[in-house]
Protein backbone atom coordinates (compact mmCIF):
# COMPACT_ATOMS: atom_id res chain seq x y z
CA UNK A 1 0.00 0.00 0.00
CA UNK A 2 1.24 3.70 -0.49
CA UNK A 3 1.82 5.12 2.47
CA UNK A 4 -0.18 8.38 2.91
CA UNK A 5 0.83 11.87 4.21
CA UNK A 6 -1.99 14.71 5.25
CA UNK A 7 -1.31 17.95 3.90
CA UNK A 8 -2.72 20.54 6.74
CA UNK A 9 -2.23 24.16 5.32
CA UNK A 10 0.46 25.46 7.98
CA UNK A 11 2.59 28.46 7.19
CA UNK A 12 5.50 26.88 5.76
CA UNK A 13 9.46 28.43 5.78
CA UNK A 14 10.61 28.02 1.78
CA UNK A 15 13.31 29.84 0.19
CA UNK A 16 12.93 33.01 -1.12
CA UNK A 17 15.09 32.23 -3.75
CA UNK A 18 12.88 29.98 -5.51
CA UNK A 19 16.51 28.56 -7.66
CA UNK A 20 17.65 27.90 -3.97
CA UNK A 21 14.31 25.81 -3.64
CA UNK A 22 14.66 23.81 -6.62
CA UNK A 23 18.09 22.89 -5.88
CA UNK A 24 17.16 21.70 -2.88
CA UNK A 25 14.18 20.00 -4.56
CA UNK A 26 16.82 18.18 -6.94
CA UNK A 27 19.20 16.94 -4.08
CA UNK A 28 16.05 15.44 -2.41
CA UNK A 29 15.39 13.75 -5.93
CA UNK A 30 19.26 12.93 -6.22
CA UNK A 31 19.28 11.32 -2.07
CA UNK A 32 16.02 9.32 -2.91
CA UNK A 33 17.54 7.45 -6.24
CA UNK A 34 20.72 6.56 -4.02
CA UNK A 35 18.34 4.74 -1.31
CA UNK A 36 17.32 1.22 -2.23
CA UNK A 37 13.57 0.92 -2.25
CA UNK A 38 11.67 -0.42 0.33
CA UNK A 39 8.69 -3.13 0.31
CA UNK A 40 5.55 -1.48 0.72
CA UNK A 41 7.20 2.16 0.47
CA UNK A 42 5.31 3.19 -2.37
CA UNK A 43 2.49 1.84 -5.68
CA UNK A 44 4.78 -0.10 -7.46
CA UNK A 45 4.00 -3.34 -7.37
CA UNK A 46 4.36 -6.47 -9.81
CA UNK A 47 2.39 -9.07 -11.34
CA UNK A 48 3.44 -12.20 -13.27
CA UNK A 49 1.12 -13.83 -16.01
CA UNK A 50 -2.56 -12.90 -17.29
CA UNK A 51 -4.27 -10.10 -15.50
CA UNK A 52 -7.27 -7.54 -16.34
CA UNK A 53 -6.27 -3.58 -15.85
CA UNK A 54 -8.85 -0.98 -15.74
CA UNK A 55 -7.24 2.59 -17.37
CA UNK A 56 -8.49 5.96 -17.32
CA UNK A 57 -10.49 6.34 -20.50
CA UNK A 58 -13.12 9.08 -21.19
CA UNK A 59 -15.38 9.34 -19.11
CA UNK A 60 -16.19 5.52 -18.88
CA UNK A 61 -12.78 3.96 -18.51
CA UNK A 62 -11.46 1.03 -20.29
CA UNK A 63 -10.58 -2.72 -18.88
CA UNK A 64 -7.46 -4.27 -20.93
CA UNK A 65 -7.03 -7.77 -21.32
CA UNK A 66 -3.46 -8.37 -20.76
CA UNK A 67 -1.38 -11.52 -21.98
CA UNK A 68 0.27 -14.05 -19.67
CA UNK A 69 4.05 -14.57 -19.96
CA UNK A 70 5.22 -10.97 -19.43
CA UNK A 71 6.18 -9.37 -16.08
CA UNK A 72 3.84 -6.37 -15.18
CA UNK A 73 4.50 -3.28 -12.95
CA UNK A 74 1.32 -0.97 -11.90
CA UNK A 75 2.38 1.99 -11.62
CA UNK A 76 -0.47 4.25 -9.60
CA UNK A 77 -0.82 7.78 -8.73
CA UNK A 78 0.39 8.48 -5.29
CA UNK A 79 -1.69 10.35 -3.35
CA UNK A 80 -1.95 12.58 -0.58
CA UNK A 81 -4.85 11.78 2.08
CA UNK A 82 -7.91 14.08 1.25
CA UNK A 83 -7.87 16.74 3.95
CA UNK A 84 -10.55 16.02 6.85
CA UNK A 85 -10.58 19.61 7.22
CA UNK A 86 -10.64 20.71 3.76
CA UNK A 87 -12.66 23.35 4.50
CA UNK A 88 -10.72 24.88 7.36
CA UNK A 89 -7.13 24.63 5.72
CA UNK A 90 -8.91 26.32 3.09
CA UNK A 91 -9.91 29.45 5.57
CA UNK A 92 -6.81 29.27 6.86
CA UNK A 93 -4.98 29.28 3.81
CA UNK A 94 -6.82 32.61 2.22
CA UNK A 95 -6.65 34.36 5.89
CA UNK A 96 -3.01 33.32 7.32
CA UNK A 97 -1.55 32.98 3.58
CA UNK A 98 2.15 32.45 2.46
CA UNK A 99 4.52 35.93 2.32
CA UNK A 100 1.33 38.23 2.02
CA UNK A 101 -1.33 39.38 4.16
CA UNK A 102 -4.80 38.01 4.07
CA UNK A 103 -6.95 38.15 0.93
CA UNK A 104 -9.45 40.17 2.88
CA UNK A 105 -6.83 42.61 3.47
CA UNK A 106 -5.01 42.90 0.66
CA UNK A 107 -8.77 43.71 -1.00
CA UNK A 108 -8.94 46.91 1.55
CA UNK A 109 -8.20 50.11 -0.75
CA UNK A 110 -8.59 48.46 -4.45
CA UNK A 111 -11.23 49.04 -6.27
CA UNK A 112 -11.43 45.55 -8.74
CA UNK A 113 -10.02 42.38 -8.92
CA UNK A 114 -9.58 39.67 -11.52
CA UNK A 115 -9.30 35.84 -10.96
CA UNK A 116 -8.20 34.19 -13.61
CA UNK A 117 -9.14 30.09 -13.52
CA UNK A 118 -8.38 27.09 -15.51
CA UNK A 119 -10.42 25.84 -18.49
CA UNK A 120 -12.70 22.95 -19.08
CA UNK A 121 -9.12 20.44 -19.23
CA UNK A 122 -8.18 20.63 -15.69
CA UNK A 123 -10.26 19.60 -12.77
CA UNK A 124 -9.71 22.36 -10.56
CA UNK A 125 -12.32 22.92 -7.34
CA UNK A 126 -13.29 26.02 -8.32
CA UNK A 127 -16.97 25.92 -6.86
CA UNK A 128 -15.63 25.37 -2.88
CA UNK A 129 -12.76 27.82 -3.22
CA UNK A 130 -14.25 30.51 -5.40
CA UNK A 131 -17.22 31.41 -3.32
CA UNK A 132 -14.43 32.12 -0.43
CA UNK A 133 -12.50 34.31 -2.16
CA UNK A 134 -15.77 35.72 -3.31
CA UNK A 135 -16.49 36.37 0.06
CA UNK A 136 -12.98 38.07 1.25
CA UNK A 137 -13.43 40.07 -1.76
CA UNK A 138 -16.50 41.82 -0.89
CA UNK A 139 -15.79 42.16 3.25
CA UNK A 140 -12.38 43.90 1.89
CA UNK A 141 -14.56 46.33 0.11
CA UNK A 142 -14.73 45.44 -3.79
CA UNK A 143 -17.86 45.20 -4.88
CA UNK A 144 -19.46 42.20 -7.05
CA UNK A 145 -19.23 43.76 -9.96
CA UNK A 146 -16.21 45.02 -10.23
CA UNK A 147 -14.71 41.68 -9.31
CA UNK A 148 -14.33 39.70 -12.46
CA UNK A 149 -13.12 35.57 -13.50
CA UNK A 150 -11.08 35.34 -16.69
CA UNK A 151 -10.85 31.43 -18.49
CA UNK A 152 -7.36 31.67 -19.00
CA UNK A 153 -7.88 29.31 -22.32
CA UNK A 154 -4.19 30.60 -23.44
CA UNK A 155 -4.24 29.14 -27.09
CA UNK A 156 -6.93 26.57 -26.04
CA UNK A 157 -10.77 26.74 -27.64
CA UNK A 158 -13.04 29.80 -25.88
CA UNK A 159 -15.18 27.56 -22.85
CA UNK A 160 -18.93 27.35 -23.77
CA UNK A 161 -21.39 28.65 -22.16
CA UNK A 162 -22.42 25.10 -20.50
CA UNK A 163 -18.16 24.60 -19.73
CA UNK A 164 -18.18 28.21 -17.92
CA UNK A 165 -21.37 27.30 -15.29
CA UNK A 166 -19.30 23.98 -14.61
CA UNK A 167 -16.13 25.59 -14.53
CA UNK A 168 -16.97 28.39 -12.10
CA UNK A 169 -20.85 26.78 -10.76
CA UNK A 170 -24.21 28.31 -11.83
CA UNK A 171 -24.44 30.82 -9.45
CA UNK A 172 -21.14 32.61 -9.49
CA UNK A 173 -21.95 32.08 -13.20
CA UNK A 174 -25.10 34.52 -12.73
CA UNK A 175 -23.53 36.48 -10.30
CA UNK A 176 -20.14 37.53 -12.25
CA UNK A 177 -19.09 38.62 -15.33
CA UNK A 178 -17.08 35.20 -16.96
CA UNK A 179 -14.75 36.19 -20.22
CA UNK A 180 -12.96 34.16 -22.22
CA UNK A 181 -9.22 35.12 -22.94
CA UNK A 182 -8.86 35.35 -26.69
CA UNK A 183 -4.87 35.39 -27.50
CA UNK A 184 -5.04 35.30 -31.09
CA UNK A 185 -7.11 38.87 -30.70
CA UNK A 186 -3.51 41.22 -30.26
CA UNK A 187 -5.84 44.84 -29.40
CA UNK A 188 -7.45 42.52 -26.39
CA UNK A 189 -4.06 42.32 -24.97
CA UNK A 190 -1.58 44.98 -22.80
CA UNK A 191 1.98 45.28 -24.22
CA UNK A 192 4.60 44.68 -21.06
CA UNK A 193 7.79 45.02 -22.77
CA UNK A 194 10.10 42.32 -22.77
CA UNK A 195 11.42 39.64 -20.68
CA UNK A 196 15.40 39.78 -19.83
CA UNK A 197 15.59 37.06 -22.49
CA UNK A 198 13.49 38.77 -24.99
CA UNK A 199 9.99 37.04 -24.83
CA UNK A 200 7.66 40.13 -25.73
CA UNK A 201 4.92 39.91 -23.22
CA UNK A 202 1.52 40.35 -24.30
CA UNK A 203 -1.35 40.15 -21.13
CA UNK A 204 -4.74 40.16 -21.38
CA UNK A 205 -6.15 43.76 -21.38
CA UNK A 206 -9.43 42.97 -19.06
CA UNK A 207 -7.24 40.99 -16.00
CA UNK A 208 -3.83 44.28 -16.25
CA UNK A 209 -7.20 46.63 -15.94
CA UNK A 210 -8.04 45.73 -12.52
CA UNK A 211 -5.88 46.71 -9.17
CA UNK A 212 -5.80 43.36 -7.93
CA UNK A 213 -4.38 40.54 -9.59
CA UNK A 214 -5.58 36.77 -8.30
CA UNK A 215 -4.83 33.03 -9.82
CA UNK A 216 -6.48 29.56 -8.88
CA UNK A 217 -5.32 27.06 -9.92
CA UNK A 218 -3.95 23.01 -8.87
CA UNK A 219 -0.33 21.81 -8.97
CA UNK A 220 0.44 18.35 -10.47
CA UNK A 221 3.44 17.23 -13.06
CA UNK A 222 3.56 19.30 -16.35
CA UNK A 223 5.27 18.13 -19.35
CA UNK A 224 7.16 21.27 -20.12
CA UNK A 225 6.98 23.28 -16.79
CA UNK A 226 7.89 20.80 -14.24
CA UNK A 227 4.81 21.70 -12.61
CA UNK A 228 1.20 23.22 -13.17
CA UNK A 229 -0.51 26.15 -11.13
CA UNK A 230 0.63 29.61 -9.68
CA UNK A 231 2.33 31.62 -13.07
CA UNK A 232 0.66 29.79 -15.20
CA UNK A 233 -2.41 30.69 -15.06
CA UNK A 234 -0.70 34.80 -16.31
CA UNK A 235 1.02 32.58 -19.01
CA UNK A 236 0.28 31.13 -21.14
CA UNK A 237 -3.06 31.13 -19.71
CA UNK A 238 -4.11 34.89 -20.29
CA UNK A 239 -1.02 35.52 -22.77
CA UNK A 240 -1.14 36.61 -26.16
CA UNK A 241 -1.04 34.28 -29.21
CA UNK A 242 2.84 36.34 -29.53
CA UNK A 243 3.94 35.44 -26.34
CA UNK A 244 2.65 32.12 -26.14
CA UNK A 245 4.78 31.56 -29.43
CA UNK A 246 7.92 32.38 -27.96
CA UNK A 247 7.57 30.71 -24.86
CA UNK A 248 6.43 27.23 -26.73
CA UNK A 249 9.20 27.93 -29.33
CA UNK A 250 12.71 25.31 -29.76
CA UNK A 251 14.50 27.60 -27.50
CA UNK A 252 12.56 26.38 -24.55
CA UNK A 253 11.16 22.72 -25.72
CA UNK A 254 14.62 21.27 -26.45
CA UNK A 255 15.97 22.32 -23.34
CA UNK A 256 17.31 18.86 -21.76
CA UNK A 257 15.60 21.03 -18.11
CA UNK A 258 12.08 21.50 -19.67
CA UNK A 259 10.36 18.24 -18.41
CA UNK A 260 8.13 17.06 -15.87
CA UNK A 261 9.12 17.56 -12.42
CA UNK A 262 11.75 19.62 -13.37
CA UNK A 263 11.73 22.80 -11.16
CA UNK A 264 15.90 23.91 -10.80
CA UNK A 265 17.21 25.70 -13.48
CA UNK A 266 14.27 24.74 -15.77
CA UNK A 267 14.03 28.03 -18.36
CA UNK A 268 10.11 28.01 -19.12
CA UNK A 269 9.37 28.15 -15.19
CA UNK A 270 12.14 30.88 -14.66
CA UNK A 271 10.69 33.13 -17.80
CA UNK A 272 7.08 32.28 -16.61
CA UNK A 273 8.10 33.65 -13.07
CA UNK A 274 9.26 36.96 -14.64
CA UNK A 275 6.10 37.31 -16.78
CA UNK A 276 4.17 37.09 -13.31
CA UNK A 277 6.27 39.99 -11.86
CA UNK A 278 5.95 41.90 -15.20
CA UNK A 279 1.94 41.18 -14.93
CA UNK A 280 2.05 42.02 -11.13
CA UNK A 281 0.05 38.46 -9.93
CA UNK A 282 -0.36 39.85 -6.32
CA UNK A 283 -1.50 36.97 -4.59
CA UNK A 284 -2.81 32.80 -5.90
CA UNK A 285 -4.42 30.18 -4.95
CA UNK A 286 -3.43 25.99 -6.03
CA UNK A 287 -4.70 22.94 -4.23
CA UNK A 288 -3.06 19.23 -4.62
CA UNK A 289 -5.80 16.78 -5.27
CA UNK A 290 -5.83 13.42 -4.55
CA UNK A 291 -5.88 10.68 -7.12
CA UNK A 292 -8.94 9.11 -8.57
CA UNK A 293 -10.42 6.41 -6.65
CA UNK A 294 -12.39 5.16 -10.09
CA UNK A 295 -11.53 5.71 -13.96
CA UNK A 296 -12.77 8.05 -16.62
CA UNK A 297 -15.28 10.43 -15.52
CA UNK A 298 -13.71 10.02 -11.56
CA UNK A 299 -10.82 12.31 -12.17
CA UNK A 300 -12.68 15.36 -13.00
CA UNK A 301 -13.07 17.65 -9.73
CA UNK A 302 -16.07 20.08 -9.96
CA UNK A 303 -17.42 18.99 -6.27
CA UNK A 304 -15.47 17.65 -3.13
CA UNK A 305 -16.12 15.01 -0.85
CA UNK A 306 -17.64 13.00 -3.28
CA UNK A 307 -16.92 9.26 -3.64
CA UNK A 308 -14.64 8.51 -6.56
CA UNK A 309 -13.85 11.82 -6.86
CA UNK A 310 -10.48 13.32 -6.76
CA UNK A 311 -10.15 16.04 -3.26
CA UNK A 312 -8.31 18.49 -1.43
CA UNK A 313 -5.04 16.94 -0.02
CA UNK A 314 -3.71 20.35 -0.12
CA UNK A 315 -4.30 24.74 0.15
CA UNK A 316 -1.41 27.00 -0.52
CA UNK A 317 -2.05 30.68 -1.00
CA UNK A 318 -0.14 33.74 -0.86
CA UNK A 319 3.08 34.83 -2.54
CA UNK A 320 2.88 33.59 -6.51
CA UNK A 321 6.59 32.37 -5.66
CA UNK A 322 6.58 31.25 -2.53
CA UNK A 323 3.14 29.53 -2.04
CA UNK A 324 3.26 27.89 -5.45
CA UNK A 325 7.23 26.55 -4.11
CA UNK A 326 5.78 25.30 -1.20
CA UNK A 327 2.69 23.72 -3.31
CA UNK A 328 5.79 21.95 -5.25
CA UNK A 329 7.77 20.75 -2.55
CA UNK A 330 4.37 18.92 -1.79
CA UNK A 331 3.38 17.25 -4.70
CA UNK A 332 6.70 16.07 -5.51
CA UNK A 333 7.20 14.48 -2.02
CA UNK A 334 3.85 12.87 -2.28
CA UNK A 335 4.11 12.13 -6.32
CA UNK A 336 7.90 10.57 -6.59
CA UNK A 337 7.45 7.53 -8.10
CA UNK A 338 10.29 5.37 -8.54
CA UNK A 339 11.31 1.91 -10.31
CA UNK A 340 14.52 0.02 -10.18
CA UNK A 341 14.77 -0.26 -13.63
CA UNK A 342 13.46 0.76 -17.03
CA UNK A 343 10.68 -1.16 -18.96
CA UNK A 344 10.89 -2.75 -22.16
CA UNK A 345 7.24 -1.03 -22.87
CA UNK A 346 4.42 1.05 -21.07
CA UNK A 347 0.79 0.93 -21.41
CA UNK A 348 -0.15 4.80 -20.54
CA UNK A 349 -3.04 7.13 -20.88
CA UNK A 350 -4.26 10.70 -20.68
CA UNK A 351 -5.83 10.28 -17.36
CA UNK A 352 -9.13 10.55 -18.39
CA UNK A 353 -11.63 13.08 -18.88
CA UNK A 354 -11.04 15.77 -19.46
CA UNK A 355 -7.48 15.44 -19.76
CA UNK A 356 -7.84 13.22 -23.04
CA UNK A 357 -10.60 15.17 -24.95
CA UNK A 358 -8.43 16.11 -27.46
CA UNK A 359 -5.31 14.13 -29.13
CA UNK A 360 -3.13 17.62 -28.35
CA UNK A 361 -3.85 17.01 -24.25
CA UNK A 362 -2.92 13.32 -24.78
CA UNK A 363 0.51 13.60 -25.98
CA UNK A 364 1.24 14.56 -22.17
CA UNK A 365 0.25 10.62 -21.74
CA UNK A 366 3.70 10.13 -24.26
CA UNK A 367 5.95 12.40 -22.41
CA UNK A 368 5.51 11.51 -18.64
CA UNK A 369 5.85 7.60 -19.66
CA UNK A 370 9.12 8.14 -21.49
CA UNK A 371 11.12 8.89 -18.50
CA UNK A 372 11.03 4.52 -17.15
CA UNK A 373 11.35 3.17 -20.49
CA UNK A 374 14.67 1.76 -22.02
CA UNK A 375 15.90 3.33 -25.45
CA UNK A 376 13.78 1.33 -28.01
CA UNK A 377 11.09 0.43 -26.25
CA UNK A 378 7.62 0.82 -26.92
CA UNK A 379 4.61 3.26 -25.14
CA UNK A 380 0.82 2.42 -25.65
CA UNK A 381 -1.13 5.53 -25.50
CA UNK A 382 -4.98 4.54 -24.77
CA UNK A 383 -7.20 7.87 -25.13
CA UNK A 384 -10.88 8.68 -25.55
CA UNK A 385 -10.15 11.67 -27.94
CA UNK A 386 -13.60 12.77 -28.26
CA UNK A 387 -13.27 16.05 -29.63
CA UNK A 388 -10.80 14.77 -32.19
CA UNK A 389 -6.94 15.90 -32.84
CA UNK A 390 -7.79 19.47 -31.17
CA UNK A 391 -7.38 22.90 -32.44
CA UNK A 392 -7.61 23.69 -36.34
CA UNK A 393 -3.64 24.41 -36.19
CA UNK A 394 -2.63 21.16 -34.30
CA UNK A 395 -5.07 18.79 -36.93
CA UNK A 396 -3.88 20.76 -39.66
CA UNK A 397 0.10 20.41 -38.88
CA UNK A 398 -0.65 16.72 -37.53
CA UNK A 399 -2.32 16.11 -40.83
CA UNK A 400 0.35 17.20 -43.04
CA UNK A 401 3.59 16.21 -40.24
CA UNK A 402 6.72 14.50 -42.14
CA UNK A 403 8.40 12.10 -40.16
CA UNK A 404 9.73 13.23 -36.63
CA UNK A 405 13.07 14.00 -37.23
CA UNK A 406 12.34 15.74 -40.22
CA UNK A 407 9.49 17.68 -38.41
CA UNK A 408 12.32 18.19 -35.46
CA UNK A 409 14.37 19.97 -38.46
CA UNK A 410 12.00 21.47 -40.31
CA UNK A 411 10.63 23.73 -37.25
CA UNK A 412 14.30 24.40 -35.45
CA UNK A 413 15.03 27.83 -37.30
CA UNK A 414 11.07 28.35 -38.80
CA UNK A 415 9.11 31.05 -37.00
CA UNK A 416 6.91 29.38 -34.61
CA UNK A 417 3.32 28.18 -35.52
CA UNK A 418 0.81 27.52 -33.10
CA UNK A 419 0.50 24.45 -31.42
CA UNK A 420 3.70 22.75 -33.18
CA UNK A 421 4.99 22.53 -29.61
CA UNK A 422 2.89 20.10 -28.70
CA UNK A 423 4.13 17.45 -32.30
CA UNK A 424 7.53 18.93 -31.27
CA UNK A 425 7.50 16.99 -27.47
CA UNK A 426 5.54 13.98 -29.20
CA UNK A 427 8.39 13.86 -31.78
CA UNK A 428 11.49 13.79 -29.46
CA UNK A 429 10.04 10.81 -28.05
CA UNK A 430 9.03 9.55 -31.16
CA UNK A 431 13.14 9.63 -32.59
CA UNK A 432 13.31 7.51 -29.94
CA UNK A 433 10.84 4.83 -29.07
CA UNK A 434 8.13 2.91 -30.84
CA UNK A 435 4.53 4.40 -30.30
CA UNK A 436 1.56 2.73 -30.68
CA UNK A 437 -2.21 4.53 -30.10
CA UNK A 438 -5.82 3.33 -29.40
CA UNK A 439 -7.44 6.85 -29.64
CA UNK A 440 -10.78 5.98 -30.92
CA UNK A 441 -11.95 9.81 -31.07
CA UNK A 442 -9.51 10.47 -33.52
CA UNK A 443 -10.77 10.65 -37.06
CA UNK A 444 -8.69 7.48 -38.62
CA UNK A 445 -7.91 10.02 -41.47
CA UNK A 446 -4.80 11.27 -39.04
CA UNK A 447 -3.68 7.48 -38.23
CA UNK A 448 -0.93 7.11 -40.93
CA UNK A 449 0.33 10.87 -39.85
CA UNK A 450 1.13 9.53 -35.68
CA UNK A 451 4.48 8.78 -35.75
CA UNK A 452 3.60 5.49 -34.68
CA UNK A 453 0.85 2.78 -35.34
CA UNK A 454 -2.98 3.08 -34.09
CA UNK A 455 -5.51 0.43 -34.24
CA UNK A 456 -8.96 0.22 -34.02
CA UNK A 457 -9.57 -1.82 -30.84
CA UNK A 458 -7.62 -1.56 -28.01
CA UNK A 459 -6.96 -5.46 -28.07
CA UNK A 460 -5.42 -4.89 -31.52
CA UNK A 461 -3.11 -2.50 -29.74
CA UNK A 462 -1.75 -4.64 -26.51
CA UNK A 463 -1.38 -7.57 -28.91
CA UNK A 464 1.09 -5.41 -30.90
CA UNK A 465 2.74 -3.77 -28.16
CA UNK A 466 3.57 -7.49 -27.02
CA UNK A 467 4.66 -8.81 -30.38
CA UNK A 468 8.20 -9.06 -30.25
CA UNK A 469 8.79 -9.41 -26.51
CA UNK A 470 10.46 -12.45 -24.96
CA UNK A 471 9.12 -13.98 -21.97
CA UNK A 472 9.50 -12.10 -18.96
CA UNK A 473 9.65 -8.81 -20.52
CA UNK A 474 8.79 -5.89 -18.03
CA UNK A 475 5.69 -3.82 -19.31
CA UNK A 476 4.69 -0.52 -17.21
CA UNK A 477 1.20 -0.12 -16.44
CA UNK A 478 0.01 3.25 -15.96
CA UNK A 479 -3.98 3.51 -15.37
CA UNK A 480 -3.63 7.59 -14.75
CA UNK A 481 -0.62 8.74 -17.55
CA UNK A 482 0.25 12.25 -16.66
CA UNK A 483 -0.82 12.44 -12.99
CA UNK A 484 1.78 9.69 -12.39
CA UNK A 485 5.81 11.12 -11.60
CA UNK A 486 8.07 8.17 -12.43
CA UNK A 487 12.11 7.72 -12.44
CA UNK A 488 14.38 5.56 -12.54
CA UNK A 489 15.95 4.74 -9.45
CA UNK A 490 19.85 5.35 -10.17
CA UNK A 491 22.34 3.57 -8.09
CA UNK A 492 24.71 5.14 -5.81
Request: proline share 6%; hydrophobic share 45%.
Amino acid sequence: MVPKFAAFFVPLIVPTSIDAFGRSLDARFEKFFATPLLAGSSTFCVTLGHMRMDFAFGKTGLMLELPDKFEYHQLEARSAEALQDWEGSLERALDAPIGTPGLAEMARGRGSAAISVCDITRPVPNRVTLPRIMERLLRGGIPAEKITLHIATGLHRPASEAEINEIVGEELARQYRVWNHHARNLDEHRYLGETGSGTPVYIDERFMAADLHITLGFIEPHLMLGYSGGRKLIAPGLAGERTIKVLHSPKFMRDARTHEGSIAGNPLHQELLEIGRMARHDFMLDVALTSAKGRGASSVLREVSNEGKREIAGVFAGDAVQAHAAGVEFVSRVMLELIPEPVDAVITTSAGYPLDLTFYQAVKGITAAQHILKPGGKILLVAACQEGAGAPEFAGMLRGAPGAAQFLEAIEKAPVVVDQWQMEKMAMVARNVGLLFYVPGLPEAFYEKLWGTAFRTAAEAVDALTAGLGAGARIALIPEGPYVLAKVARAA
